[in-house]
């Protein structure tokens, strides 16, 4: 069992978009047995909000099943419940670092770059296009 946590900032964008688009892809592989993920943000702000209604739009004109989500921040316990915690930003890991230690260093980025968030730039198709190409990578790693 691979226990993955998306992490972004508040938890309503990028790392619940991950969740959803990697729950489908392993589904789709017949793999969802082999997966637990899940994602957090490393902020409160947005605690127990619902997927952005942007993202929302994106993941259905790409048939991503997605359901009411409920943001959650990032917490100390996590650290033992999860394999891998991907990042989206540079600025993400240092947050997560700040939260728990990383002796195991599970803490990466999804991508060499960072994702913008589309929060703030509104561009979800580059947004969705970049998860991908991380998801893929890591399904590689994981799944070969």
């Known amino acids: ?3 993955i946590c998306f992490v972004c900032l ?5 790392s619940p978009m991950a969740e ?3 729950k489908e892809f392993v589904r789709r592989e017949g793999k969802s047995k082999d997966f637990i993920i ?6 409160y702000e947005e ?4 997927l952005y209604p942007l993202a929302q739009r994106k993941l259905k004109e790409e048939n991503i099943p997605f359901e009411r989500h409920f ?3 990032l917490e100390k316990s996590d650290y033992e419940k999860f394999d891998y915690f991907y ?7 240092e947050s997560v670092l700040k939260i ?3 002796p195991l260093c599970k803490v990466k980025k999804i991508l060499d770059r960072d994702i913008a968030d589309p929060w703030y730039t509104r561009n979800f198709d580059c947004t969705y296009l970049d998860l991908k190409e991380g998801i893929m990578s890591i399904l590689n790693n994981k799944t070969s």
């Open 1 to 3: 069992m691979i226990r």
């Open 10 to 14: 508040g938890n309503i964008c990028r």
């Open 20 to 22: 959803y688009m990697m």
């Open 38 to 43: 899940e994602s957090r943000g490393t902020s």
């Open 47 to 50: 605690q127990g909000n619902d």
């Open 71 to 73: 943001a959650k921040r």
């Open 87 to 93: 990042c989206m930003e540079e600025k993400n890991i």
């Open 100 to 102: 728990f230690d990383d």
